[in-house]
């Protein structure tokens, strides 16, 4: 069993930084993914970022993140981070922490999705606004 306790976001107006950090406590499958995903009003929960399990802690990123986000683990703290620079309204949401996730690449560009075993932290809400 895995356990995920997110902190960090709040609110930031366009163009500015937030760092989101999850703590990763019980049972981690090597050779998995881990990562980000974010909601908003009405739409399904959307894969924003992944990190494999692996010692090479390969990353994955949405298109519409790529080259703004960092998605980053730290193994001694157990704890996984998501920093966020050059925020844009659309990237406002709920993030949510995930636990055994599917994470590929392809020539249409990376994916990140949850599988039947995903398991989620509780949630975490950054607000992009002037």
């Known amino acids: 069993q895995v356990n995920l306790l997110e902190s960090g976001g709040g609110s930031v107006q366009p163009g500015g930084s937030l760092r989101v950090s999850c703590v990763v406590s019980?049972?981690?499958?090597?050779?998995?993914?881990n990562g980000w995903f974010r909601q908003t009003p009405g739409k399904e929960r959307e894969g924003v970022a992944g990190?494999?399990?692996?010692?090479?802690?390969?990353?994955f990123y949405d298109a519409s993140v790529k080259g703004r986000f960092t998605i980053s683990r730290d193994n001694l703290k157990n704890t996984m981070y998501l920093q966020m620079n050059d925020l844009k309204p659309e990237d406002a949401g709920i993030y949510y922490c995930?636990?055994?996730?599917?994470?590929?690449?392809?020539?249409?560009?990376?994916?990140?999705?949850?599988?039947?075993?995903?398991?989620w932290g509780q949630g975490i809400e950054v607000t992009v606004s002037s």
């Open positions: 990190i494999s399990t692996a010692s090479h802690s390969r990353t």
């Open positions: 019980g049972y981690i499958r090597n050779n998995y993914c």
């Open positions: 995930a636990a055994d996730i599917s994470c590929f690449a392809s020539d249409a560009g990376d994916g990140i999705g949850k599988l039947a075993s995903t398991t």
